[in-house]
């Protein structure tokens, strides 16, 4: 099946630094998702991109879909604590079914 | 954005017992939910997709008679446990799709499960 794996894995910043992850899947995607994930709660949507080489601000965060469509990229500028939580790339499938990457644990510090 | 909602939020049970879980769509109708489940530190899985009015598809390896799905109006899907044991000890999530398209996927807030 389809795989999404996301790097890096985890990582600790100091506030006011900025980030940046990346998702590769196995295989074309023609949507990407980015959601955030807060401790002991669901999933919420930060960016949707719908095509190659679009590249999509909400806020201090941006996202990019890679032109091979295999990839997609986030970044987070000038991070606060708040921004702490899972990052999570998906891409739909199938029946609108959606797999989620492996995921970016973010942690700040102050 | 649109809300959906979980109930319980937190469950604890004893080995053998059945658990329901709840996921309603608060303010908008919802013909395709779907169920996760999602063990510490890791990513989401999907297990099955529940479709109002017929039965749900699971994926592969999530047993149907273990985890039973109804989905029996617009705004309601519940998640059956049955016959919980501590394997099934996990954080269950569910999401419910508006019309527009795979974005408008909303997910609920999470139900932790633990089976003693």
């Known amino acids: 099946g389809q795989q999404l794996n996301q790097s890096p894995q985890s990582m600790f910043i100091q506030e006011g630094e900025d980030v940046s992850m990346n998702c590769t899947s196995s295989s074309i995607f023609n949507t990407w998702l980015w959601y955030k994930q807060d401790p002991g709660e669901g999933p919420v949507l930060l960016i949707a991109l719908y095509k190659a080489g679009e590249l999509t601000s909400n806020g201090r965060l941006t996202a990019q879909f890679g032109i091979t469509r295999k990839d997609s990229f986030l970044n987070i500028s000038a991070s606060i604590p708040s921004d702490v939580g899972i990052y999570f790339c998906a891409g739909p499938g199938t029946a609108s079914k959606l797999t989620f990457g492996t995921g970016t644990r973010l942690q700040v510090t102050l | 954005g649109a809300v959906v909602s979980q109930h319980p939020s937190r469950v604890i049970c004893k080995s053998g017992t059945s658990v329901k879980i709840e996921c309603r769509s608060l303010?908008?109708?919802?013909?395709?939910m779907f169920w996760y489940r999602q063990f510490p530190k890791k990513s989401l899985m999907l297990m099955a997709t529940s479709n109002e009015g017929s039965k749900a598809t699971y994926e592969q390896g999530v047993e149907k008679d273990k985890f039973l799905i109804n989905h029996a109006s617009l705004t309601l899907s519940t998640l059956t446990v049955t016959s919980a044991h501590p394997e099934d000890s996990s954080f269950y999530i569910c999401?419910?799709?508006?019309?527009?398209?795979?974005?408008?996927?909303?997910f609920g807030p999470g139900t932790r499960l633990t089976v003693l």
């Open positions: 303010d908008f109708q919802a013909t395709t």
């Open positions: 999401s419910a799709r508006g019309v527009a398209g795979v974005d408008t996927q909303y």
